[in-house]
């Protein structure tokens, strides 16, 4: 399938790229088609809604980043999205300049069953991840002493 995207003209996305937001995202309710395009084996990737170029989203593989991030996802949740085994999380980053204050949503992660296609950014409650978690917990440019 061929989908219009603001940054990079056309592009062919396979269907197994292509996952169904029910509910939307919050915030973009109306869009419920996203394609999730992964970067190889970079921990980034896009979320491009097939119904409008303009609205997009870079996410990371929070694990990456934050190697113990941890939560508990509600049956409900699971159920709804018919999770059985497969799953995968990813978090919506935010650029800034300098790129070492881009920060990382740990508090709704996007949980996608790549077997159904099925989506949804879940916000967790009573949790101590918050919407702005510094990507880099230090500079990358920082060694150990410095201040």
């Not at 603001?6 to 109306?30: C, H, L, M, T, Y």
């Not at 409008?52 to 934050?66: E, G, I, R, T």
């Not at 990382?104 to 916000?123: D, E, G, S």
């Not at 009573?126 to 440019?141: A, D, E, I, R």
């Amino acid at each position: 399938m061929i989908i219009e995207t603001s940054s990079w003209g056309n592009i062919e996305v396979a269907e197994e790229q292509v996952f169904r937001f029910d509910k939307g995202i919050p915030g973009f309710e109306s869009y419920k088609q996203f394609a999730l395009l992964e970067m190889g084996e970079e921990p980034f990737g896009y979320l491009q809604s097939v119904e409008d170029k303009d609205v997009s989203f870079m996410l990371a593989d929070p694990f990456v980043f934050y190697p113990d991030y941890e939560f508990e996802l509600p049956d409900s949740e699971a159920d709804e999205l018919g999770i059985d085994e497969q799953i995968v999380i990813r978090n919506v980053l935010t650029i800034r300049e300098p790129l070492e204050q881009s920060t990382v949503n740990l508090l709704a992660p996007l949980v996608l069953n790549p077997i159904k296609r099925t989506a949804k950014q879940i916000v967790l409650n009573q949790s101590n991840y918050q919407t702005g978690h510094l990507l880099w917990k230090s500079s990358p440019s920082t060694t150990k002493g410095d201040k």
